[in-house]
């Protein structure tokens, strides 16, 4: 490999952060992660050609967003709608993590103006959920006056320990939020990215918030406990199908992102053949950076968002995949179970999943709390920048013992400094938000350019069929699938 | 040990008294009185859900002077009679219930032992639900049930009923559905339920 093969380019200016309940002011951050000396990005698609081109960030800006979700929703039949009718978007805080929150914002105003255009209904809400940080949604419906959008008092926030509705199900009752579901009409709009793979596999996607963002505690709590298997996805479908959601729901929206970007929207009324789609598209557009991560051998990550820990992203890889890349989750023979009520004793029989042993040092320069993120600091060398910070951490009731297990610097190069020294590499990567291409060290760029070829030769011809037939889908039948354009 | 360090305050000139804090508070510490809620501070955990939901944010969270120190030690209980409760509910003994602050079924078991009936209780004790408040509510209900213990409605939204696990679901559905790959996880969890190895 020559210099001339490894192509890097200025780091990447990442999304700014976003001002929350869950993470520190960001005003006393003194320096951004990819403002670390001898930092580079790496495009996606230098990388991986092949990757679908980005419709956003583009020459169109946001109006690509708009102009795809519009086109997308022409083939929905919109018919049950009436005027008099009452509509819930179901949306969920995920989707507003991506670039700044701007595009999924405007997926969910376009289906709101196109529904009430081709419906003649006025009554149109926003709810929106979350998995954790009970108060998110509301803040992002804030900041993008989703209130005034939809009309005062329409655009709320809800949250897993708001007011519960039974939903009884082909199994037994589960339990959804009464505010997600108290219209004539829900419409699930939601967004494609790969998040956490260790959970959905790849199965079902677009069903899993009918699991989590639109479900109370006890659903959620099945999911990742009494569950927490390859087949917790079975809960998800299970809601979706039971006649207390098929009697409301119209149809589903979704915003379709890959690591490059925005790719498009998709809608159907048909849930199963959007999810299989998506999942395909998955399959696609994530196998090949899911799988180069895990040539990573050795690694310092530093998160620099206003995520929590595992939803913090790299060209649009959450950190969790960087996490479990050493196990392919995308093939379901593998378990890939870390945490419910059979974590522990699926260690002892060396079934589990443990974290990645490249991953050397994480190095906190901003992230938010509100994710139980204690066990990462008990396994990793973990660097906290500033005692602000520490003191926001150890103020959270999801990370109470977080700092027990970490040190504090006053500044990230002092961070970095002492990072590189307990990890010794010099291989660095940087979450913080960046999608078409990471910030890294020049040494973790010349390690990617040196993999991707092998790894995408690799995908191609082994792994992707293997994972399209484990979930029954014809291989080489999948590009068209999705009009992102 | 879990120790906890905050409390819950209410800023009276910003609440309405919509009353949301008490229906999700987890301690059932706070209640209503004459449209202000009143917090009682000795079982206050500072799980912030009353801060999470107050549309009004009207509630701020304050340093307790000495921390609130919960644990229930289940070297104290009749061993037996804490695996008894476990098995009935398909867990092992040292399976982290609580994620957050690694409280394991065997403490669970030993507060129920020691008399909790509800999961209020039991976060009372123990402190679990304080974190995510959000993965541990149906493996505690289950500890209760195998306890024998018949769990009553939550006087506001703290928790609703069992749902079903995936050792409970019929054959026809794990037939219909094979790509959820039912069959071979139930399988996975006998097989840790018969103690490992033992297939």
Redesign the interface.
């Given at each position: 490999m020559t210099l001339q093969d490894v192509k890097t380019y200025p780091p990447i200016q990442p999304p700014p952060y976003f001002k929350g309940m869950m993470g520190m002011d960001p005003a006393k951050v003194k320096k951004r992660a990819h403002e670390i000396a001898g930092i580079v990005s790496v495009r996606v698609r230098d990388l991986f050609p092949d990757l679908a081109e980005p419709i956003y960030p583009g020459s169109e800006g946001i109006a690509a967003v708009r102009e795809a979700t519009a086109k997308a929703l022409r083939k929905v039949d919109m018919s049950m709608i009436k005027p008099e009718h009452s509509v819930n978007i179901l949306a969920s805080h995920h989707g507003f993590t991506f670039m700044g929150g701007e595009p999924y914002a405007e997926v969910l105003r376009t289906v709101k103006d196109v529904v009430e255009e081709r419906t003649g209904c006025k009554n149109i809400r926003l709810r929106a959920g979350v998995?954790?940080?009970?108060?998110e949604s509301s803040e992002y419906i804030r900041f993008f006056e989703l209130d005034d959008y939809f009309g005062r008092g329409k655009a709320i926030g809800i949250?897993?320990?708001?007011?519960?509705v039974?939903i009884e199900t082909?199994?037994?009752?589960?339990?959804g939020l009464k505010k997600a579901y108290d219209a004539d009409w829900i419409i699930h709009a939601h967004n494609n990215d790969l998040r956490e793979l260790y959970f959905h596999r790849e199965?079902?996607r677009a069903m899993k918030p009918f699991a989590m963002s639109y479900a109370?505690?006890?659903?959620?709590?099945?999911y990742?406990?009494?569950?927490a298997?390859?087949?917790?996805?079975?809960i998800a479908?299970a809601i979706f199908e039971s006649p207390f959601v098929q009697k409301r729901f119209a149809f589903s929206a979704f915003l379709m992102i890959n690591p490059a970007g925005v790719v498009g929207a998709d809608a159907d009324n048909d849930m199963t053949e959007l999810s299989q789609r998506i999942d395909r598209h998955n399959l696609e557009n994530y196998g090949k950076a899911f799988k180069l991560l895990d040539e990573i051998d050795e690694v310092i990550a530093v998160f620099d968002q206003s995520t929590p820990s595992s939803y913090s992203f790299s060209a649009g890889m959450a950190f969790n995949n960087l996490l479990h890349a050493h196990v392919d989750l995308f093939n379901?023979d593998n378990?890939g179970v870390h945490?419910g009520?059979?974590?522990?004793?699926?260690r002892?029989?060396g079934?589990g999943v443990n974290p990645n042993p490249a991953i050397k040092a994480w190095v906190i320069n901003y992230m938010w709390t509100g994710?139980?993120s204690?066990?990462l600091a008990q396994v990793y060398p973990t660097i906290m920048v500033s005692r602000e910070q520490a003191s926001f951490f150890g103020?959270d009731?999801?990370?109470?013992?977080f700092m027990d297990y970490a040190v504090i610097a006053d500044t990230l190069d002092a961070a970095m400094q002492f990072a590189r020294r307990i990890a010794k590499t010099d291989n660095i990567i940087i979450f913080d938000g960046t999608f078409g291409g990471l910030n890294v060290s020049e040494s973790l760029a010349k390690l990617l350019f040196e993999k991707a070829p092998k790894i995408s030769e690799v995908v191609d011809e082994k792994l992707l069929p293997m994972w399209m037939k484990?979930?029954?889908f014809a291989y080489g039948l999948i590009s068209s699938a999705i009009d992102t354009r | 040990m879990?120790?906890?360090?905050?409390y819950a305050r209410v800023d009276e000139g910003l609440c309405t008294g919509c009353g949301i804090c008490e229906?999700?508070c987890i301690a059932e510490c706070i209640s209503i009185a004459e449209r202000l809620p009143q917090i009682d501070l000795e079982y206050c955990?500072?799980?912030?859900?009353c801060l999470?939901?107050c549309p009004d944010d009207a509630i701020t969270?304050e340093e307790r002077t000495e921390p609130r120190e919960l644990y229930i030690d289940p070297n104290e209980f009749d061993q037996r009679q804490i695996d008894e409760i476990c098995e009935k509910t398909?867990?092992?003994p040292?399976?982290?219930?609580c994620?957050?602050?690694?409280i394991t079924?065997a403490e669970i078991a030993a507060a129920i032992l020691k008399g909790a009936k509800t999961p209020t209780d039991i976060t009372r004790m123990t402190g679990a639900r304080?974190?995510?408040?959000?993965?541990?509510?149906?493996?505690i209900?289950?500890l209760l049930r195998g306890a024998g213990v018949e769990v009553p409605k939550s006087k506001g939204?703290q928790?609703?009923?069992?749902?079903?696990?995936?050792y409970?679901?019929?054959h026809k559905?794990i037939e219909k559905?094979q790509?959820?790959?039912?069959k071979?996880?139930?399988e996975?969890?006998n097989?840790?339920l018969k103690g490992?190895?033992k297939a």
């Open positions: 998995g954790f940080r009970w108060k949250a897993p320990v708001d007011e519960g039974p082909e199994v037994g009752t589960f339990y199965v079902d109370r505690i006890e659903t959620r709590s099945a990742h406990s009494t569950w298997l390859r087949s917790a996805n079975f479908r379901l378990l945490l009520q059979y974590s522990v004793p699926l002892k029989l079934l994710l139980p204690h066990r103020a009731p999801q990370n109470l013992r484990q979930r029954g | 879990l120790s906890l360090t905050r229906l999700v955990n500072g799980c912030m859900n999470y939901r969270m398909n867990m092992t040292d399976v982290p219930v994620g957050c602050h690694g079924a304080t974190g995510c408040k959000s993965m541990c509510i149906q493996p209900l289950r939204w928790w609703y009923e069992i749902t079903p696990a995936i409970e679901i019929p559905t559905y790509v959820f790959r039912m071979d996880d139930i996975l969890v097989r840790i490992g190895g």
